[in-house]
């Protein structure tokens, strides 16, 4: 959105709010279910000053999962879904279940272009459909052109792996060489061991048999297809566009480095994708751009150099978007315990401080942990570990004490949320007598956080606690800092990494056992509210705030008069969100919430009060 129409937008909403400050509140705005006065012209996000922003100037976060890895099988022709009824039912059971309010979109180059020249409206029709299925539960979507391994179609039948992303005419371009990894533990080797792989994703990056013109092209009309059969409401939801999926060169040519890859071949392709985004009419939306595939791996003998330094300032039409995986944890060899408090701390600051010298936000679009298998053990903590870096990039041990070095919060999607997991069917590499049902049904992989029972409800797969988390989704002013103890589970142990430090002991006692987030935000003084996710763990009448707004138990429903209030998420999916709404512009602000609290007095909830104002005072002046 241009800067003055933003501008005039705000204002508008400024008005309207202090208007109806008096009374009940706003009339719910027309759109999607439950949602209120603010919900629509909040839905368009855009990059400022650094952070994801809404319509009316607030600091987003984007939290969600990818959807999904059922994209790179063929059992549905490269959709995520089968129908639109199971797009639908995800996207409802993502939000109550997972949290979520984003998610990565996942589409095929291989059905989207299956004959040179020729773009199927058909799978596009379809895949849009499925989109909008998660635009009408309140989810912003961003598409991925998705790919590994280049292509399933450099793979033969009788192959241990798979690939996916180009279509067969790509591959039959390049007459590439019989595919062959060698030993190979893990599929992801394929990447530089692969032949046939190696020389398939150097003829892209180096525009062979004019490869990455026609997939340019392909992004060009699925784009322009997209924007012209969503309506302008939905559209709004669409955050931006992946270009590709975890990019890598291939090979090198000779004195060319990861760096000068990157820089003369990597980010022009950005630059013609730009150009293809503007021209299908996305000029306002942002592209997703990953780096280099290995810049920020966590074993040294794969770390590349990288993370796009040489592309300048990227600024607002661009994300620094990026993946992140503990390989050491995956590897079973090289990480023989769990994960730890503040075990990603030092890598999730990596990706902040990158972004931030590109001069605009990041996004972790993938990370997860296998869930089944040798290292599976390790997925309680390692995830809870990821989460807890999105959150902070400090540990819990230290975060109380130098919470004004927290950090922003970071956006980011976890991979995955397919409802199919472990109930699929699937030929691996066209083989009739290879039929994949477990897990994800691709190269041994089980991520999903979620699957269907026998009932066909979706039920997570992962602790509750550790998926459906409290966060800010949307900031009136600046975030200074956050902070989400989860208390999730490793098998039968709770796992607490930040408890309330005995500095504290009112605060301490009013959370006890409970799950708790702390939010310190710089207030603008706009009338729309901050919003914080509430976990379904967190119900109005277990739910206690304590904040310089006030402080209370069981919040009461929204009105723009009341400054601590719960209201559903837009979608009409059932899950609900906490409204503060704070006074004032350049005002440092904090709110406490917690479902520990069991009836406490008065003296308490203001004795923690207390104990918070003087801390906040301390940390932030």
């Known amino acids: 959105m241009p800067k003055l129409r933003a501008r005039l937008l705000g204002v508008l909403v400024l008005l309207t709010g202090f208007l109806t400050a008096a009374g009940t509140g706003p009339a719910a705005a027309d759109g999607l279910p439950d949602s209120l006065w603010f919900d629509e012209p909040a839905a368009t996000l855009t990059v400022a000053n650094g952070r994801f922003t809404d319509g009316l100037g607030r600091e987003v976060v984007l939290r969600g999962y990818n959807v999904s890895g059922e994209t790179k099988l063929e059992?549905?022709?490269?959709?995520?879904?089968?129908?639109?009824?199971?797009?639908?039912?995800?996207?409802?059971?993502?939000?109550?279940?997972?949290?979520?309010?984003?998610?990565?979109?996942?589409?095929?180059?291989?059905?989207?272009?299956?004959?040179?020249?020729?773009?199927?409206?058909?799978?596009?029709?379809?895949?849009?459909?499925?989109?909008?299925?998660?635009?009408?539960?309140?989810?912003?979507?961003?598409?991925?052109?998705?790919?590994?391994?280049?292509?399933?179609?450099?793979?033969?039948?009788?192959?241990?792996?798979?690939?996916?992303g180009a279509p067969k005419w790509a591959?039959?371009?390049?007459?590439?060489?019989?595919?062959?990894?060698?030993?190979?533990?893990?599929?992801?080797?394929?990447?530089?061991?692969?032949?046939?792989?190696?020389?398939?994703?150097?003829?892209?990056?180096?525009?062979?048999?004019?490869?990455q013109d026609a997939f340019l092209a392909t992004a060009q009309a699925t784009m322009t297809y997209v924007r012209q059969h969503l309506t302008t409401a939905e559209f709004a939801g669409v955050a931006g566009f992946d270009p590709f999926n975890e990019p890598y060169a291939g090979s090198y040519d000779s004195g060319q480095t990861s760096r000068t890859w990157e820089r003369d071949l990597l980010w022009p392709f950005y630059g013609k994708f730009r150009a293809r985004m503007d021209a299908a009419g996305w000029q306002d939306k942002p592209a997703f751009v990953e780096p280099n595939l290995f810049w920020n791996s966590n074993i040294s003998s794969q770390k590349q150099e990288g993370g796009l330094l040489d592309a300048g300032t990227l600024g607002p039409r661009y994300v620094f978007n990026t993946h992140f995986y503990d390989q050491k944890a995956i590897s079973g060899i090289l990480m023989w315990g769990k994960a730890g408090d503040g075990q990603y701390a030092t890598d999730f600051g990596t990706v902040r401080d990158r972004a931030s010298a590109a001069g605009t936000t990041a996004v972790v679009s993938e990370f997860g942990h296998p869930l089944s298998g040798t290292v599976s053990d390790k997925a309680p903590t390692v995830d809870k570990a990821m989460y807890q870096a999105l959150d902070s990039r400090l540990p819990g041990s230290r975060w109380w004490t130098g919470t004004a070095s927290s950090g922003p919060v970071l956006s980011g999607t976890q991979w995955q949320w397919d409802i199919y997991s472990g109930r699929h069917h699937e030929l691996m590499n066209d083989n009739p007598d290879k039929v994949l049902t477990s897990g994800d049904a691709w190269n041994d992989e089980d991520l999903s956080a979620v699957r269907l029972d026998d009932s066909g409800t979706a039920v997570p797969r992962q602790d509750a606690r550790l998926l459906d988390r409290l966060y800010p989704g949307a900031t009136a002013g600046s975030t200074l800092a956050f902070t989400y103890e989860d208390r999730s589970r490793d098998g039968s142990t709770t796992l607490t990494w930040n408890p309330v430090p005995s500095t504290l002991p009112q605060v301490s006692q009013l959370v006890g056992s409970g799950q708790y987030g702390l939010l310190v935000w710089r207030s603008d003084g706009a009338a729309a509210p901050t919003e914080l996710h509430l976990p379904a763990s967190f119900p109005t009448s277990a739910t206690t705030v304590v904040s310089d707004l006030g402080a209370l138990v069981s919040p009461p429903a929204y009105t723009s008069a009341t400054p601590i209030a719960v209201a559903p998420e837009p979608g009409g999916t059932g899950s609900r969100r906490l409204l503060l709404t704070a006074p004032g512009s350049g005002t440092v602000h904090y709110a406490l919430v917690t479902n520990g609290a069991n009836a406490p007095s008065p003296a308490l909830l203001n004795g923690a009060r207390t104990e918070l104002a003087a801390w906040a005072a301390a940390q932030f002046g």
């Open 75 to 164: 059992e549905n022709s490269g959709l995520p879904f089968a129908s639109v009824a199971d797009a639908g039912k995800s996207a409802k059971a993502l939000r109550a279940l997972g949290g979520g309010n984003s998610v990565r979109f996942l589409l095929s180059w291989a059905h989207a272009e299956p004959a040179r020249g020729q773009v199927d409206s058909a799978y596009l029709g379809a895949a849009t459909d499925q989109m909008r299925a998660f635009l009408d539960a309140g989810i912003r979507v961003f598409p991925d052109f998705h790919q590994d391994l280049y292509s399933r179609h450099l793979f033969n039948t009788g192959s241990w792996y798979s690939g996916d």
């Open 171 to 211: 591959v039959t371009a390049g007459g590439y060489p019989q595919e062959s990894c060698g030993i190979c533990l893990f599929w992801g080797q394929n990447i530089t061991q692969n032949g046939a792989v190696k020389a398939a994703q150097y003829d892209f990056w180096h525009n062979a048999y004019g490869l």
